[in-house]
């Protein structure tokens, strides 16, 4: 069944084809999983913020790094990443060590994946 969502930013229409019964499942199973026929822009759009991808990189463009730039702005610390497949995006939790991971400490910071760019969070 087609699924169509406008982007709250620029009101662009955006339909996809999904299975009608994969919508009853959410809420009770991560996005990625209910639709692994989707990518992550379609399951950000559709199911997360109903922003598109275009006005995505205009709201987070200017912050957004290549992982070489977060190696070298992480390269004074001695850190263990974990990465983490989340609804509609990967993030990597950066801890000091990986026994700071193993005592469930908090991190120093997360670092958020989107198309291969990168934005960082500290705290």
């Given amino acids: 069944m087609k699924h169509i ?6 009101n662009s229409t955006h339909s996809i084809n ?3 019964n994969d919508l ?4 009770k199973e991560k996005l990625v999983n209910i ?3 989707l ?4 399951i950000e759009l559709h199911f997360i913020s109903q922003i598109c991808k275009k ?12 992982w070489k730039e977060v190696k070298e702005e992480l390269k004074f610390y001695y850190i263990d990443l974990v990465k983490i497949l989340d609804e509609g995006y990967s993030r990597y939790n950066v801890f000091l060590n990986y026994d700071s991971y193993l005592k469930n400490e ?4 997360t670092i ?4 291969n760019e990168y934005e960082i969070h500290y705290g």
């Fill in 5 to 10: 969502v406008n982007c709250i930013e620029c």
């Fill in 18 to 20: 999904v299975n009608k």
């Fill in 24 to 27: 009853n499942k959410i809420g």
């Fill in 35 to 37: 639709f692994p026929y």
């Fill in 39 to 42: 990518n992550y822009d379609e």
């Fill in 55 to 66: 006005c995505w990189k205009k709201i987070i463009g200017e912050k957004m790094m290549t």
């Fill in 106 to 109: 908090t991190t120093i910071a």
């Fill in 112 to 115: 958020y994946e989107f198309e």
